[in-house]
DNA sequence: CATGAATGAGTTTTCATTCAT
DNA sequence: CATGAATGAAAACTCATTCAT
């Protein structure tokens, strides 16, 4: 396949995720993608084997990106208690950078993908292992289920994305903020303020 | 409508709202509805004025429903700080019965509805009102936006019942224990023992 | 399926079984076939799942009835030697009139079927055993394998079908005329003679 | 066309041969037959106007060779009587071994081709004129319609073909030795006897 | 001599919905 | 209250064929 032909896939294949974002599969027309990649019906065909197969793709995309993501966070060694936080803060506003960076392959990977338990589970393991990784040098409480935080922490970060992120109301930076100091601190009050206190080293 | 023709729509209405918690939208056909009802395809017509009808009144059903439960958690009068967690805690679990007596239309309402954002939203809206209640009884961080707090409470919610409360893997008792234990106390460690302790009045 | 959909069916398939031995399966379409039928494209599948499952239909039909015919020719006893030749005679001329009966049906499962050769083969170990029975009573040379006498027989009627017969260049009587006299005696002169004379008994 | 051409147009024509010998007409697809001669698409059309105009020529020639074939058969003057069935015998294998030395025309030929009646009519006259020619000299009895005679060994050889040949079952001697037997003297017993002595001369 | 890229024209099939009874 | 029969409208996909290089 040449330069063109690359080009006339990749097309097809920003069209077609822009168009299953918007409408979901089913009202995603094969001849309104190729319309909009300044092409006709059979050229799709020549670049994707059927509808199923370009949306399976786009998900495999978003997955594939999502998982290095996850994945390049793996503890370096020697991370400090007061640093926790801050380690917790960037990798999940790191995500949601990720995720509003590409807004139609989260709506699809996301939203309308009837295999996303999986691909979720899939994340949220990566994600527990390094949050039990702290837990271990006594940075989390023990008797939690770092599996069920990490469902929990992936529910919000859906949700918080679905409601505020793709539609442009808040940013990552102000997201990220707020679920952190939430999962980090609970709801109650001042004793958390010792507990900021013994935070530093 | 008689009373065979009430058993009848109720027919149509649950075999509706099991093929579509199944199949989703575009791949429930009313074909399969009528076979499942035992009823043939002008009959349905006779019921429901056409597929996204049914659809729509599903949805309703299940937003009716889980909007009078979340209201009826308004704050009686004089809960002592002692008494939130475990408020807090009744009301989750509360949800999640609800939700796992009723999977089909959870599934419809929370999974396949394009417009359960406003559904969501609605909820998250009666949730905060009761939040903020008890936060300026300064039971909760003054420094907490409650509206998002909400949110990722409902967030956590959606997503723990999709991947453990509608297969069966936990039930609601162990869910909502996980899930307000988490919110409530942060996942710090040390500091929150003392403020259980300071939750005595 | 009550009587208007049964003529309905009965349309669409007399409608197809002359467009496809008109035209063959693919040149076909269902699109016609419903034309002639005075029916729309759906109203086709309310009655054949596919265009495929309607072809096949006609091709069993036609089996089923040919085949129903050569059985029906088992050799009754106690047929005399000089009636040997009328039998025959008799059969090759019902096959024909059959043929030419279901014009249509023979051109489909004879020329346009590619599982027309087990279809052939099965008619023929019928008619083999028919011949073998006679064989055995001395009335065809013992020599003779009757299962290639049969295929003979059968090559000489679907060629004969195909190029006198279902055009209406020549009738059952004659054909079967030629095609008995020829495989009874042969070419050869004279000697037959002699041999129709003891075929008396 | 240089020789690298020519060596293409004979990879196309000799794929082409065995996909249509395989599949039929319809369902080879142009794409197959370039893809088995290692060439483009646009490269088919260098050597070939169209699917149908390759699928002609096919069948042309097939049918040029057989024509030729059976035109070489032409009676020498003076056979004797006792070689008449052997000259009918050496005429029918030496057409069996063309066939089975061109599976993939005959079946296109024979099989696949609509227009093939025609064609055989070709064959049949010529067949027919030798036929006759001895039957004047008195080795055929004279009451044979001798047209349908080479019609009968036309279908017998085309059955047979499509049967035992191709399918390489039986052989051409195999083949030519039942049908010509079993033409000559027919099924008859005994009398036949004087007459394959009667015909020594 | 050959190819990468593209397309016109078509065909089967599906499904929600309705008419007439 | 219910059904047998029918349809309008569309959508995915296929394939022979050609353009431009």
């Given at each position: 396949m040449g330069r063109k032909g690359k080009e006339s896939r990749k097309r097809l294949f920003e069209a077609a995720a822009n168009e299953f974002a918007i409408r979901g599969f089913h009202d995603t027309k094969v001849s309104t993608i190729v319309k909009r990649a300044g092409l006709t019906q059979p050229?799709?065909?020549?670049?994707?084997?059927?509808?199923?197969?370009?949306?399976?793709?786009?998900?495999?995309?978003?997955?594939?990106?999502?998982r290095e993501l996850i994945t390049s966070f793996r503890l370096e060694n020697g991370v400090k208690r007061k640093d926790v936080s801050k380690r917790v803060l960037a990798a999940v506003e790191t995500v949601f950078q990720f995720?509003?960076?590409?807004?139609?392959?989260?709506?699809?990977?996301?939203?309308?993908?009837?295999?996303?338990?999986?691909?979720?589970?899939?994340?949220?393991?990566?994600?527990?292992?390094?949050?039990?990784?702290?837990?271990?040098?006594?940075?989390?409480?023990?008797?939690?289920?770092?599996?069920?935080?990490?469902?929990?922490?992936?529910?919000?970060?859906?949700?918080l994305t679905d409601l505020y992120l793709l539609p442009g109301i808040k940013d990552p930076a102000n997201l990220s903020a707020e679920v952190v100091d939430l999962l980090i601190h609970g709801m109650l009050p001042n004793q958390s303020i010792p507990g900021q206190a013994s935070e530093t080293e």
């Open positions: 050229s799709f065909y020549l670049y994707f084997s059927s509808k199923d197969a370009i949306f399976e793709e786009l998900i495999a995309d978003f997955h594939t990106h999502l995720l509003a960076a590409n807004p139609d392959l989260t709506r699809i990977g996301f939203f309308l993908n009837p295999e996303a338990k999986q691909m979720k589970r899939d994340v949220t393991l990566a994600l527990k292992e390094n949050l039990e990784a702290e837990q271990r040098l006594g940075y989390f409480r023990s008797e939690l289920e770092m599996e069920t935080v990490a469902e929990c922490l992936i529910g919000m970060i859906i949700h």
